[in-house]
């Protein structure tokens, strides 16, 4: 009996229900992992962020291969998207050189990396991504964010952040759907844990390697989409 290649399956259409079956265990093993990784860390986002990443290598191939709602690349309305992260990234400039409040030191670069770059990475392409493109299929637009926002608060229940987290979702739901691209949610969600970051720490030096990892984040979201823009065959 011949067997298929690993290409062909990842291509082959799953049912529905398996679809389901899939993206559900893998959200609830997710959950308990996290969980458990989180007290075990003892507050080292670092630790925690470690099933973040496997979700991140969970959700790429099914972006790559099955996505129909949201994808990879720039999506529509590029320059919109952009001018919406440069403001967001300027409101978060002045909000550094501004800010009064705040007692914390500079966090370790790692713990930074992995609060501002590798979990809104790893969260928006499972969530945004892969959870979202599959229940907008059966669902309506409305229903399928407020149903992928829910599963991101209840991942976040076990921090207690469940309801900030909802309303975070569903604006970053809202421009997947509105620019059919994960891209731009992930640099919005990283600028947003940056800018959370940076509500906590002490004015002065302390801030800047806050904001010159936001720049960054930004840059490369930028960089991105301009490589797919160019890869993108036009009619």
């Known amino acids: ?8 399956l990842l291509t082959a259409p799953l049912r529905p229900a398996r679809q389901a079956a899939l993206l559900g265990a893998s959200l609830v093993a997710f959950v308990g992992l996290h969980a458990a990784l989180w007290r075990w860390s003892a507050g080292e986002p670092w630790r925690a962020v470690l099933p973040n990443l496997l979700l991140a290598g969970a959700a790429v191939p099914w972006l790559r291969r099955r996505s129909r709602v949201v994808g990879l690349g720039a999506g529509r309305r590029p320059r919109w998207a952009a001018a919406a992260l440069g403001l967001m990234l300027a409101l978060i400039a002045a909000f550094a050189l501004t800010w009064p409040g705040g ?12 609060v501002a770059l590798a979990g809104p990475l790893a969260e928006e392409l499972y969530f945004r991504g892969a959870w979202l493109d599959f229940l907008a299929r059966a669902l309506s637009p409305a229903a399928a ?4 926002s829910a599963l991101f608060a209840l991942v976040h229940l076990p921090l207690g952040r469940h309801w900030h987290a909802a309303g975070l979702a ?22 947003w844990n940056a800018l959370a970051v ?23 979201c930028l ?6 823009a160019k890869r993108t065959p036009h009619a």
């Open 1 to 8: 009996m011949a067997h298929d290649p690993p290409a062909a």
């Open 103 to 114: 007692s914390q030191t500079t966090p370790h670069w790692s713990s930074l990396a992995a």
């Open 145 to 148: 964010m407020l149903l992928s």
């Open 170 to 191: 569903l604006l970053l739901g809202l421009v997947a759907l509105a620019t059919r691209s994960v891209l731009w949610p992930v640099g919005l969600h990283s600028l």
């Open 198 to 220: 940076l509500r906590e720490t002490q004015p002065g030096p302390d801030r800047w390697p806050v904001l010159t990892l936001a720049a960054a984040a930004a840059a490369g």
């Open 223 to 228: 960089a991105f989409a301009l490589l797919a």
